[in-house]
């Protein structure tokens, strides 16, 4: 294992070194596309013990990003309407899986402007939008919550989605609409790489996890939609959300003897506005959650339909430190039926759930060097998580984290409790060209 680091650590180094007069060079042709990207290499040491395939590191890899945008001019249509090419690609060796190699687009996208008021993008790409720092109400599109846990980049916290976004523009409105033909759901634990409460089994489960994940029929059936109307008044952003889909975390029971779940069918309808308050930003968030499969709430087999409300407020305190408060507040509603239906065996939810998060960053050495604190808090589930981390550029294009992952809880089916024995040490050196 010790052997195994020192020949990455060596090989990376090398590579480093080289890759200035490298990678400079990626053009393809006199005035052809031009590559930008990074190498990285990562390692993370576990602090617990579970039961997962390794029992020293849970994120041992090295990885290549390739990206490179273009604007076709061989056209006459695509220069009109100002089209633009963007691809952005993962090429991965990841030593926990024995050196497995991947490669995955996380963009692949055309870019058009039919009209001066119309914005389109067809392809492959992320899509994002709410207010919430590291809590989402109305982005309802696909997350990685492996790569959250594990302490790859925040950029893979958000997984890419074949789709299409139009924008509209005018004077008193802008929409935003999202059409995601194909369901694409979260990344969460399957006891491989990280241990997790399966209900199943009773309790915490890693590698002997057998549950199944059902996804939705591949057809324009479940295909997904989303809309955001948004402007500002004055110095205020505020928006309406318009969600119909599925959840995208397993948040039904198709089958208890055959441990099957599945993702049921959710519209979500909310609101936001962010903008100066109280000497920084504050926001606010809120949204109505329908289980379309269980909107009485009196089947115990699917999720019931909730309330979902954020508060924010962030300040930026001088000598480059800042402070981010956040506090959002969740409730099952139709909770009596979904008492009434419960069997004896069953975990029960509690009605009201408080989450609080605390962020602290700081900047030191010219803004080279910067700290930052993140910690999650349920007074309610009495669980938590903390995520410190520091960055240092060595120079300007290599940079150096350290961080580490440490959630904890007294239950070991809350949301942070499940994840006790995930704690871990990383490292990550980057270097982008």
């Not at 060796?93 to 067809?122: H, M």
């Not at 309330?307 to 981010?324: E, I, M, P, T, V």
């Not at 240092?392 to 949301?415: C, H, Q, R």
């Amino acid at each position: 294992m010790v052997k195994s680091i020192k020949i990455l650590t060596i090989v990376v180094l090398i590579g480093l070194s080289a890759a200035g007069n490298v990678f400079a060079a990626l053009q393809i042709g006199q005035n052809g596309l031009k590559l930008n990207g990074f190498i990285e290499g990562d390692f993370g040491f576990k602090l617990g013990n579970d039961i997962t395939k390794r029992d020293e590191f849970n994120f041992f890899e090295q990885r290549l990003q390739l990206k490179t945008k273009a604007y076709p001019e061989w056209n006459q249509l695509l220069e009109k309407w100002m089209a633009s090419f963007e691809a952005k690609a993962d090429f991965t060796l990841d030593e926990y899986y024995n050196a497995r190699t991947s490669a995955d687009f996380r963009v692949c996208s055309l870019g058009l402007v039919p009209a001066d008021w119309l914005d389109l993008k067809i392809g492959r790409q992320v899509f994002t939008w709410g207010t919430g720092d590291y809590l989402f109400i109305n982005d309802l599109f696909p997350k990685d919550y492996v790569s959250f846990y594990i302490g790859r980049e925040d950029e893979y916290l958000k997984k890419p989605n074949d789709g299409i976004k139009a924008s509209l523009y005018t004077d008193n409105l802008n929409a935003d609409f999202v059409f995601i033909p194909v369901f694409e759901p979260n990344t969460v634990f399957n006891g491989q790489r990280l241990s997790f409460f399966d209900p199943f089994q009773g309790g915490i489960a890693g590698t002997n996890s057998d549950r199944h994940l059902i996804g939705p029929p591949k057809n324009l059936e479940n295909a997904e939609y989303a809309f955001r109307f948004y402007r500002n008044f004055e110095s205020y952003e505020t928006a309406v959300y318009i969600f119909r889909g599925h959840y995208t975390s397993p948040r039904g029971y198709l089958s208890e003897m055959d441990r099957q779940l599945f993702y049921p069918r959710l519209d979500v309808y909310g609101m936001s506005i962010r903008g100066p308050g109280f000497g920084g930003i504050v926001n606010a968030e809120t949204g109505y959650y329908n289980s379309r499969q269980d909107e009485a709430g009196d089947n115990r087999l699917i999720e019931n339909p909730a309330f979902k409300l954020l508060f924010g407020y962030s300040k930026n305190l001088g000598n480059d430190l800042s402070l981010g408060f956040q506090y959002l507040f969740e409730q099952i509603l139709e909770y009596d039926n979904y008492s009434k239906a419960l069997l004896s065996a069953d975990y029960v939810w509690d009605q009201y759930r408080h989450l609080n998060t605390l962020r602290i960053t700081k900047l030191y050495k010219n803004q080279t060097l910067r700290a930052n604190l993140f910690i999650f808090f349920s007074p309610s589930d009495l669980d938590g998580y903390v995520r410190p981390s520091i960055d240092y550029d060595i120079s300007d294009a290599l940079k150096l984290t350290l961080g580490a992952n440490l959630p904890w809880g007294e239950d070991v089916y809350t949301e942070f409790g499940q994840t006790e024995h995930n704690k871990s040490i990383y490292t990550r050196i980057r270097y982008s060209f």
